[in-house]
């Protein structure tokens, strides 16, 4: 596991870091790799991280690994996020389990999205409002610690 995390995250970070890419733009990028990735539409992500690099002119393949990455963690919220939206909206619960709606997905994207329009209008309304102030965490624990990287990588 360290290895791994040595060989997909560590390296990569390092690297751009000594092609100049500063730590706030790294930091940037990977909140909202993550953030972005657990957008509560699948299939969507890809777009979102795509967009957001050309907005805020990120390293597009950075953000993108970070979306694939944090994949298993968007479909481990995508229920919560069901869940929270329709509390949110005093909504009636939409009576499938995660496998349900990914076996549903699966079987025919376009019929699950009819099914699953108002539980997922108000699973994204329930992420647009946790993805600002989890942008603003996680890049404010990611930029102090990718400083210290730089300087731990790059000789003065």
Same mark, same amino acid.
């Not at 699950?112 to 993805?131: E, G, H, P």
């Given at each position: 596991?360290? =290895?791994?995390?040595?060989?997909?995250?560590?390296?990569?970070?390092?690297?751009?870091?000594?092609?100049?890419?500063?730590?706030?733009?790294?930091?940037?990028?990977?909140?909202?790799?993550?953030? #972005?990735?657990?957008?509560?539409?699948?299939? =969507?992500?890809?777009?979102?991280?795509?967009?957001?690099?050309?907005?805020?002119?990120?390293?597009?393949?950075?953000?993108?690994?970070?979306?694939?990455?944090?994949?298993?963690?968007?479909?481990? #919220?995508?229920?919560?996020?069901?869940?929270?939206?329709?509390?949110?909206?005093?909504?009636?619960?939409?009576?499938?389990?995660?496998?349900?709606? #990914?076996?549903?997905?699966?079987?025919?994207?376009?019929?699950?999205?009819?099914?699953?329009?108002?539980?997922?209008?108000?699973?994204?309304?329930?992420?647009?409002?946790?993805?600002?102030?989890?942008?603003?965490? #996680?890049? =404010?624990?990611?930029?102090?610690?990718?400083?210290?990287?730089?300087?731990?990588?790059?000789?003065?």
């Amino acid at each position: 596991m360290n =290895s791994l995390w040595k060989r997909r995250i560590v390296r990569p970070v390092v690297g751009l870091l000594k092609q100049g890419v500063t730590p706030e733009k790294i930091a940037i990028g990977l909140a909202l790799g993550i953030v #972005l990735g657990i957008f509560p539409v699948l299939g =969507s992500t890809t777009l979102l991280c795509a967009l957001a690099a050309f907005l805020f002119r990120l390293n597009l393949p950075a953000i993108q690994i970070v979306n694939y990455l944090v994949y298993p963690i968007q479909l481990a #919220l995508l229920l919560p996020f069901y869940r929270a939206g329709e509390r949110l909206f005093n909504a009636p619960r939409f009576p499938l389990s995660l496998e349900e709606i #990914l076996a549903l997905i699966e079987k025919d994207i376009f019929e699950a999205v009819a099914l699953l329009w108002n539980s997922t209008m108000y699973a994204v309304a329930a992420w647009t409002i946790i993805a600002p102030a989890l942008v603003i965490l #996680l890049y =404010s624990l990611f930029k102090p610690a990718l400083h210290k990287l730089r300087f731990k990588s790059i000789p003065a």
